[in-house]
Each structure stands twice: as structure tokens, then as C-alpha cells.
């Protein structure tokens, strides 16, 4: 089974230098990455096309499924460089911010892209620089006190020693509100032009603050062409963690950035918001993202023990999905960061209490319980009951597999996806075509495409053609062997049916 895949936890790798090759993307889909993740914070429409070309290869040559996510840019304060030195920055030393990005970016005065910077902040502000933000630890990104304001221009007291290498650094001020548009101008340039062309299944919305914000977001979508585009929203922020619940109801999942987030609240307070936002996209069935969890193994082949146990600790709490940043964009060990991780989380699925999950499930959705949430329940509670080895799915639109795997089975689930031609009188759709790459985002949802005569065959009265498909498809992948019990839940004519398989010998 360790070849199919290394955990039920999903790895979301960011691509960059680091990972961009053929060799490189062929190895990360066999240590596990699932979805990949294109920062537009770096990088061009180009630079992103290659490195996706190059992923379609990988992906060709290792017959390894992989999403695509596209992760927006947003309402995010940049330090522009526009000669790309690297720029050495001390300690107790004097630094101007300026919105004046026709000035040379040096040790002693850094061009942002805000002009409202000095009406947002204060004397004793804290301002954070840097590629992946400040960590504590890392030499990369360096915070700074508000000393003073000339106009438009913020004189501040670097407080930690740092340099700052590349065209644009983060720069994030602590709990004011930024007055930019969530989806920027160029955002959705991007969106229209790179993300329709390739048919993203995934847009990471960075800083959500408001459900209007992911609402906003699905419009447009929709306009371009890609409804079927899936939202994660990033909580980055105070105003994002305030109006989490309704965020929540709008998106199709959370990512829980802790870079960012860290800084807006205090550190000690940051678990806390980790464990309860988790919490409650388990309880509503949405996949729940956690960031920055092996920053060290950017420059080093191992992680520390505080990080292997934090990976641990996300997966316990019921995290979907680890997204690695740094460590594959710029890191030295973009494969063994995946692998390491993916080891990690697998051990601690081992002794994740899916009984006690499963108890609090059922009790948080009530009576009386929906038909499709019935089914999902007795299909998990019955593949339990029998220690089957996998749960096989029939959908078409994915929700009842992903309603499955919301109870966390012990077992991988197997989304059956079956293509259906829809008409609304003026053009055919095909459905079915994003679901089987979204799933890659569900803890311990795998999909499964059948041959396209056996799902022909699997759309009459009987599903048996593509239910063996998919039993030997197991086989083969090594999720059963002989004598092995599988749940299967199916549709025969109008009815919902869940039934147990026993394997030949």
C-alpha cells in the first residue's frame, strides 16, 4: 500500500527553483505530494507555465494524479527591489519605508506598494519583512518598530538583523486593516488568462477577511468559466479569524496560514485558533489546511523534534492536508521534505482515535440526519465493523465520497468518479472532470478513474463492470489482497445501497 500513497494526509508542495524540474516533480509525486501549489507572490505567468509543463510530464511519466492550486497574491504590502541585491539589514539601525517605488531599495529606505501606510500605523507598531515572514529563527526576514512618520513615509528601528534577497519581500503590520481589494486587478488577470488556460482546480484566496470575499471570488470564477474551480480561503488575519464562521460557510475549505497569523495574534494563542478552526471544518465536512511546519528542513535533510512533533499534532487534530512553502520552493531538500512529513503524518494516523472522532461526528449533526449523511455514516460504521481495506464510492459530483471521508475511516476511499453528460437545452457539460483531481485535497479520499467503456457500462442498472475495475485496480495498487472485505456504496436503480465484498482467494 506504501506505493500507492505514503499517509491518508494530503502534501501540498509550493513549487519553485527548488522543485520545477522534470526530475524533481517526478520524484516529489512518488514521495507524496498530491496538489501543487503556484505562488503568484513570485514568479511569472511564464515561469509558472513552465514549471506546470513540466509537472503535466512528471505526472505523465509517473501515472501519479496531482491537483493544481493557484494561490492569489491579495491585499499584500511588498518591498519592491528592483535591482535584486541582496540587501544587508542591522540591527538598531534607522530604515524609511516610502511609497516612492522610483527610489532604490538599500539598507536605509525600502519602496513599498501602499501609499496608506503612514495613515495605518502608529509609533510602536511592529512591521514584519521578509520571503516567508519572520519565523524566530530564520536569517531571511527581519521586524521593525514604527519610530516615526515624515508624511507618506514610516521611519522605523530594525529590531533583528536579517537580509532580504530577490525582487519583492512580505511586509505585514500587525492587526490594521488594509484598504485593498481581496482579488486584485492582477489577480484576476492571472486567474483569467494562466488559471483558465489550465483549468485550476483549486484557487488559494490569500487574506480572506469577510465571506463577501470568497463570494466575490466565486463570481468571477464563474464568469471566466471555471465554477467548478474550488475556493480555499486563507485566514491570514485578525479580520479573518474574526469572521471565520461565515468564511467558512461560503468556502470550500481553509488554510490555516500561520506565518502570517502569528503575527496578527499573540504566539501562545496561535495553537488554540489551529485546533478550533480544524474542529470545525470537521464538522462541516471542508478540508482544513495547516502551513509552515518544517521551516527548518529548507536547509537542513532533517526537521527538528518540535517540528516532527507539531506535523504529528496537525494530523491529530484532523488537519486534511500539510503545505510545505519554503521548504520545496527555495529549500535545498524539496523531496525528502515531502517524504519526511509524509512519514511522519502516517505514524500519527496510526494511533489517530477514529472511534472517538467518529462519536463526536454523529452527535455534532443531529437528528433527524440527512439521507446522503445516513448513508455516509453507515457505510464508514459498517467498513469498520467488517475491518474492510478500503471503501469504493460511485459518484459522479464527488460530494457523497467526500461525505464518507469526513468520518475519517481507518481505510483509504476510493471515489469512484463516473462522467455524466448534462444539457440545459443549448450546450452539453461534462461533469466529473474536476472531482477526481479535488479529492487529492480530502485526508483519505483517492480517486479512481474508470476506462471510459466501463463507466458506459457502469451508467445501466448494474455498476459491476466498473466495480471490478475498481477492485482491481485495488490489487494492483496493493490496497487488498485476498480474502480482503471492501465496502462498496453504490446506486442500484433509486436506491442507496452499501454492501460488503469478500475478496477471492
Known amino acids: 500500500m506504501q506505493s500507492f500513497f505514503p499517509a491518508l494526509t494530503k502534501i501540498i508542495a509550493t513549487l519553485g527553483e527548488k522543485s520545477r524540474s522534470v526530475e524533481v516533480l517526478a520524484a516529489s509525486l512518488r514521495a507524496g505530494m498530491s496538489v501543487a501549489r503556484f505562488d503568484f507572490s513570485h514568479g511569472e505567468v511564464d515561469y509558472h507555465q513552465a514549471t506546470l509543463d513540466n509537472l503535466k510530464e512528471a505526472i505523465m511519466s509517473t501515472n501519479k494524479l496531482c491537483s493544481v ?13 528592483k535591482n535584486e541585491q541582496e540587501i544587508l539589514l542591522e540591527a538598531d539601525a534607522t530604515i524609511v519605508l516610502t511609497p516612492d517605488q522610483d527610489k532604490e531599495a538599500s539598507a536605509s529606505l525600502l519602496p513599498i506598494n501602499f501609499h496608506g501606510l503612514a495613515q495605518s500605523v502608529n ?52 492587526r490594521i486593516r488594509v484598504d485593498l481589494p481581496t482579488l486584485s486587478d492582477s489577480d484576476k488577470d492571472v486567474i483569467s488568462k494562466w488559471g483558465v488556460k489550465n483549468k485550476i482546480d483549486f484557487l488559494s484566496l490569500s487574506y480572506t477577511r469577510h465571506a463577501e470575499d470568497v463570494r466575490h471570488a466565486r463570481e468571477f470564477l464563474s464568469e471566466v468559466g471555471l465554477s467548478q474551480t474550488q475556493i480555499i480561503a486563507k485566514i491570514e488575519n485578525i479580520e479573518g479569524l474574526t469572521h471565520f464562521d461565515e468564511i467558512l460557510k461560503e468556502a470550500d475549505g481553509i488554510m490555516v496560514s500561520r506565518g502570517n497569523l502569528a503575527m496578527d495574534l499573540p504566539v501562545e494563542k496561535v495553537f488554540l485558533f489551529q485546533k478550533a478552526a480544524i474542529y470545525k471544518c470537521n464538522m462541516a465536512g471542508k478540508p482544513a489546511i495547516v502551513t509552515r ?25 484532523g488537519c486534511d492536508a500539510i503545505l510545505l512553502g519554503a521548504e520545496t520552493v527555495r529549500g535545498l531538500y524539496p523531496v525528502e521534505g515531502i517524504s519526511m512529513v509524509c512519514k511522519i503524518c502516517a505514524e ?4 489517530y482515535n477514529q472511534g472517538r472522532y467518529f462519536k463526536k461526528a454523529v452527535k455534532y449533526v443531529g437528528e433527524p440526519v440527512r439521507h446522503s449523511e445516513s448513508l455516509a455514516i453507515s457505510a464508514v460504521r459498517a467498513a469498520i465493523k467488517v475491518n474492510a481495506a478500503a471503501i469504493i464510492v460511485f459518484t459522479s459530483t464527488g460530494r457523497t465520497a ?25 450546450k452539453w457539460t461534462l461533469t466529473g472532470v474536476f472531482e477526481p ?12 478513474l474508470p476506462n471510459l467503456t466501463h463507466a458506459a457500462d457502469g451508467s445501466r442498472r448494474s455498476n459491476e463492470p466498473v466495480l471490478q475495475a475498481a477492485i482491481d485496480y485495488c490489487k494492483k495498487a496493493g490496497i487488498v489482497k485476498p ?3 471492501v465496502a462498496v456504496c453504490q446506486k442500484v436503480g433509486d436506491a442507496s445501497v452499501v454492501k460488503i465484498l469478500e475478496l477471492d482467494a
Open 437 to 448: 483531481r479535488q479529492s487529492l485535497l480530502v485526508r483519505g479520499l483517492f480517486p479512481f
Open 293 to 317: 511546519v518544517v521551516d527548518s528542513m529548507t536547509n537542513n535533510l532533517r526537521p527538528t523534534r518540535a517540528e516532527a512533533t507539531d506535523v504529528a499534532n496537525a494530523v491529530l487534530d
Open 402 to 426: 467526500r461525505l464518507i471521508a469526513k468520518y475519517r475511516p481507518t481505510m483509504p476511499v476510493l471515489n469512484v468518479v463516473i462522467p455524466r453528460i448534462i444539457s440545459n437545452s443549448i
Open 483 to 485: 480474502n480482503d472485505r
Open 348 to 351: 500519527a494516523e496510526k494511533v
Open 123 to 174: 509609533p510602536g507598531d511592529k512591521i514584519y519583512i521578509g520571503q516567508y515572514l519572520f519565523t524566530g529563527s530564520e536569517t531571511t526576514s527581519v521586524w521593525l518598530e514604527v519610530s516615526e512618520l515624515r508624511g507618506e513615509d514610516v521611519v522605523c528601528l530594525i529590531k533583528s538583523s536579517g537580509s532580504l534577497k530577490g525582487p519583492l519581500f512580505t511586509l505585514h503590520v500587525s
Open 69 to 81: 492550486m493557484l494561490d492569489t497574491v491579495g491585499p499584500e504590502l511588498q518591498v519592491v527591489n
